[in-house]
């Protein structure tokens, strides 16, 4: 039996702005996977960090991937974000973090590795996020009976 893809077959459910931001934010995240792979091959990163950069992005990105509401728009028949205040403070945070990044990070690693490590947990937010938003539309869209 093959693997559903429930996205592709349902994608004209989902609003095209976000569509568009789901792309672009794995596009940013395959972009730092290949600048950290380059960190790592030479040898500036050695893959244990590189690796925990990316489960600690995951973990922020899914958390920010809350910062845009998911709902049914009853007349366009799609999946809509918003910013609602959850979010807002979500972003507000997370604006935070980036700010403080670098100075966080070199608490935990050599100067020479903080950007390196930086592009591993900037993938792993931005993968997160993709996933954390994947999943909440999937979730939608079992609520609606659409898959």
């Known amino acids: ?48 960090f590189a690796i925990l950069g990316i489960f600690v992005g995951l973990f922020i990105g899914i958390i920010t991937a809350r910062m845009r509401h998911l709902s049914w728009d009853h007349d366009a028949k799609q999946i809509v974000s918003r910013l609602d205040v959850v979010g807002v403070i979500i972003l507000v945070f997370y604006m935070g973090f980036v700010i403080i990044r670098s100075r966080l990070i070199g608490i935990f690693v050599a100067a020479p590795m903080v950007g390196a490590v930086g592009f591993s947990i900037t993938a792993g937010v931005m993968l997160g996020r993709v996933l954390g938003t994947r999943n909440a539309i999937i979730e939608i869209l079992k609520q609606r009976e659409i898959i």
Request: aromatic share 10%; no cysteine; glycine share 4%.
């Open 1 to 48: 039996m093959p693997k559903r893809k429930p996205l592709r077959k349902h994608g004209h459910h989902v609003d095209k702005k976000l569509k568009f931001r789901l792309r672009l934010y794995a596009l940013i995240s395959f972009v730092m996977l290949g600048i950290a792979l380059y960190e790592i091959f030479i040898n500036i990163l050695p893959l244990i």
